[in-house]
């Protein structure tokens, strides 16, 4: 039954973390008018791109680690993988903005590697055991 479910449950796993993914881009439109100067403003666009990647990432991470457990790991590299390559595919790339590239390639970067990395670190998570059901001293 497990097995079922985690088949059924790849694709909308899938189009949902590149949907979050590009409705965070789309939020992220504000960050680098938050700045005046010009740098800024660029930094704040490189640091949108990335933010977005990352939160998509961090927000699909627990789901896909639970519900796939061993095989997590791989499971979130295809999703990821996928979901770059559509949005690589959807993309229009205009060739006289370098800038442009940049922010894009960043991107995508972040995108394809944020739910991996992310998945790997809670993976990584061991409990510390730390529930002492007596106090140490005192008890009777």
Same mark, same amino acid.
């Given at each position: 039954?497990?097995?079922?479910?985690? =088949?059924?449950?790849?694709?909308?796993?899938?189009?949902?973390? +590149?949907?979050?993914? &590009?409705?965070? @881009?789309? +939020?992220?439109? +504000?960050?680098?008018?938050?700045? %005046?100067?010009?740098?800024?403003?660029? &930094?704040?666009?490189?640091?949108?791109?990335?933010?977005?990647?990352?939160?998509?990432?961090?927000?699909?991470?627990?789901?896909? $680690?639970?519900?796939?457990?061993?095989?997590?790991?791989?499971? $979130?590299?295809?999703?990821?993988?996928?979901?770059? $390559? #559509?949005?690589?595919?959807?993309? %229009?790339?205009? &060739?006289?903005?370098? #800038?442009?590239?940049?922010?894009?390639? =960043?991107?995508?970067?972040?995108?394809? @590697?944020?739910?991996? =990395?992310?998945?790997?670190?809670?993976?990584?998570?061991?409990? !510390? !055991? %730390?529930?002492?059901? !007596?106090?140490?001293?005192? %008890?009777?």
């Amino acid at each position: 039954m497990r097995l079922v479910v985690q =088949i059924l449950l790849y694709f909308p796993l899938l189009y949902g973390y +590149w949907l979050v993914h &590009s409705r965070l @881009a789309l +939020w992220a439109q +504000w960050l680098p008018d938050l700045f %005046s100067s010009r740098p800024l403003q660029l &930094s704040g666009l490189l640091a949108a791109s990335a933010l977005c990647g990352l939160f998509a990432g961090i927000a699909f991470a627990v789901p896909v $680690a639970l519900l796939y457990r061993q095989y997590a790991l791989l499971v $979130a590299t295809t999703i990821s993988l996928f979901g770059a $390559a #559509f949005d690589f595919y959807l993309m %229009s790339v205009p &060739s006289s903005r370098p #800038f442009t590239l940049a922010v894009l390639a =960043i991107d995508l970067l972040v995108f394809a @590697a944020a739910l991996p =990395i992310v998945v790997f670190v809670l993976l990584r998570l061991r409990p !510390n !055991n %730390s529930f002492k059901p !007596n106090p140490l001293r005192g %008890s009777a």
